[in-house]
């Protein structure tokens, strides 16, 4: 026997189904542009002390840096020598001891013979305590042969400086700069690029500002502080330009 079964309405067979939640589309902020490069801060009011001013680089940077209208300290193991010198460079530049240089400055350069530069760095490690640090040191030996390159154990002049000065915000710039030129009172403009490195932006950008009310001179950002063994040993390559040359050469950066 056979049996038949009415066909099933499909629509009577099945829940009707819910509708899909309605999801408002995310809220996204507008992507920000990325920060120029060269805006950089004014640092027209920072005071700028310079350990090892009376030596040829200190005392070059000093007058650079006083005559675009920065406010200088030159420091010098003995106050006496600072003020000697300060006095022969003039444009408000005032000198002290070491550490009362350290003390009055917002941003100090480190401009000492290779030799004295860790016992110097820690005698003032409380006077420098909080300071921008600028370490400017090139470790270079010489023999017969001409300059070449010391390796710190630290790796580089800056990283014993960073090593030496943890409460410090240790930078590192000017190394490439002609002394003679710096103190060249006939020259209006020091033509060349500073590389700066460090391991933070502001920090760095202070000290490209810096560098950048020199005319002619302008600060590049080169990487962090592992990075300035090579930026420091390239000054014995420079040497031997100068030498063969007769020349005071600097550095250039091309496209940026």
Same mark, same amino acid.
């Given at each position: 026997m056979t049996s038949t079964t009415e066909p099933l309405d499909p629509s009577a067979s099945k829940a009707p189904l819910a509708a899909a939640p309605v999801v408002p589309p995310l809220a996204t902020e507008p992507r920000k542009a990325p920060k120029d490069p060269w805006d950089l801060p004014d640092v027209s009011g920072l005071v700028v002390g310079?350990? *090892?001013g009376t030596g040829e680089q200190g005392r070059g940077l000093a007058y650079r840096l006083a005559k675009a209208g920065q406010k200088v300290v030159l *420091? /010098?193991?003995a106050a006496e020598r600072a003020r000697e010198a300060a006095a022969e460079i003039g444009l408000g530049v005032e000198g002290a001891d070491n550490a009362e240089c350290a003390r009055r400055s917002d941003v100090v350069i480190v401009a000492v013979p290779w030799d004295g530069h860790a016992r110097t760095l820690e005698s003032l490690r409380g006077?420098?305590?909080? #300071?921008?640090?600028? +370490?400017?040191?090139?470790? $270079?030996? !010489? +023999? #017969? #042969?001409?300059a070449y390159a010391l390796k710190p154990a630290e790796g580089s002049a800056a990283e014993? &400086?960073?090593?030496?000065?943890?409460? /410090? =915000?240790?930078?590192?710039? !000017? @190394? @490439? $700069?002609s002394a003679v030129l710096l103190q060249d009172t006939t020259v209006e403009e020091i033509d060349t690029d500073v590389m700066v490195l460090g391991e933070e932006r502001a920090d760095v950008e202070i000290v490209q500002a810096l560098a950048g009310r020199?005319? *002619?001179?302008?600060?590049? !950002? &080169? *990487? =962090?502080?592992?990075? &300035? @063994?090579?930026?420091e040993s390239l000054v014995a390559n420079l040497i031997s330009v100068n030498r063969r040359y007769k020349a005071h050469a600097g550095l250039r950066i091309t496209d940026v």
């Open positions: 310079v350990l *090892g *420091g /010098s193991r006077e420098l305590t909080g #300071k921008l640090v600028v +370490d400017c040191v090139n470790p $270079l030996g !010489f +023999d #017969k #042969k001409g014993q &400086a960073a090593a030496l000065l943890p409460d /410090s =915000r240790v930078t590192a710039a !000017f @190394h @490439h $700069l020199v005319p *002619g001179m302008r600060g590049v !950002f &080169a *990487g =962090r502080l592992r990075n &300035a @063994h090579q930026v």
